[in-house]
């Protein structure tokens, strides 16, 4: 059965960068997409961006571009999200999710279980 | 960007209500519109994709409906395990914008 698995949580101060990991199995990993959406504590979901795990190519939303940085393993089917300069809105549930694409439409079918990322001094 | 938008934020309902949301983005969408649901404490789960598409396992009690600018998911007997936050996103151009949710409490 298709699992994301992230990696643990995290304390950062602001300044500093951290590195979520999300580690497919169940399925050809180059074959989807990876999608990375956050939540603040009691808030709604903010996608993050993408990347292609078969080609490497990522799109950004436009806010964290230069400070977020998508990467894949295909060797351990990990995919990575690093963001860099911290600030104390970044605390969040950062979540991974599979991007399947049917009838010329993405969506996300798959979740991880999510990351905990707080930033605080 | 495009923004989505919901109605209402928060609903109170009884089980068995039909329960119905509102979702509308402020351009054109064509059907390029997914549900999720969000138990506290989960990740969310896809519920419709491609606006009317049930995913795979989903209860067929939940259904989705619209095209352009104006969506809507239906509950047509609420159950217990529905209770949670209900989500819409856009799927037309990045960035994949989300509404702000609605909460469906007892």
């Known amino acids: 059965q298709v699992q994301l698995v992230q990696s643990g949580a995290e304390v950062k101060k602001p300044g500093a960068s951290v590195k979520v990991s999300c580690k497919a199995s169940?399925?050809?990993?180059?074959?989807?997409?990876i999608s990375w959406v956050r939540q603040a504590p009691g808030q709604g979901l903010e996608w993050m961006g993408w990347?292609?795990?078969?080609?490497?190519?990522?799109n950004y939303a436009q806010k964290l571009q230069g400070r977020v940085t998508m990467t894949t393993d295909t060797s351990t089917s990990t995919a990575y999200m690093e963001l860099r300069s911290l600030r104390s809105d970044d605390t969040a549930l950062y979540y991974c999710?599979?991007?399947?694409?049917?009838?010329?439409?993405?969506?996300?079918?798959?979740w991880g279980q999510g990351t905990l990322v707080t930033v605080s001094s | 960007d495009i923004q989505m938008t919901q109605s209402p934020s928060s609903l109170s309902a009884s089980l068995g209500d039909r329960v119905t949301i509102t979702c509308r983005a402020s351009?054109?969408?064509?059907?390029?519109l997914n549900w999720y649901q969000q138990k506290p404490g989960k990740a969310p789960k896809l519920l419709i994709y491609?606006?009317?598409s049930l995913q795979s396992g989903v209860p067929s009690r939940f259904s989705g409906s619209g095209a352009v600018t104006d969506f809507t998911l239906t509950i047509s007997s609420l159950q217990p395990e529905d209770f949670a936050t209900y989500y819409c996103?856009?799927?037309?151009?990045?960035?994949?914008?989300f509404g702000p949710g609605t909460k469906v409490d007892i």
């Open positions: 999710a599979r991007r399947q694409y049917t009838y010329g439409t993405y969506y996300f079918d798959y």
């Open positions: 169940g399925y050809t990993f180059s074959s989807y997409g």
């Open positions: 990347i292609s795990p078969y080609s490497g190519n990522t």
């Open positions: 351009q054109s969408i064509s059907t390029y």
């Open positions: 491609a606006a009317s």
């Open positions: 996103q856009q799927s037309y151009s990045t960035p994949r914008t």
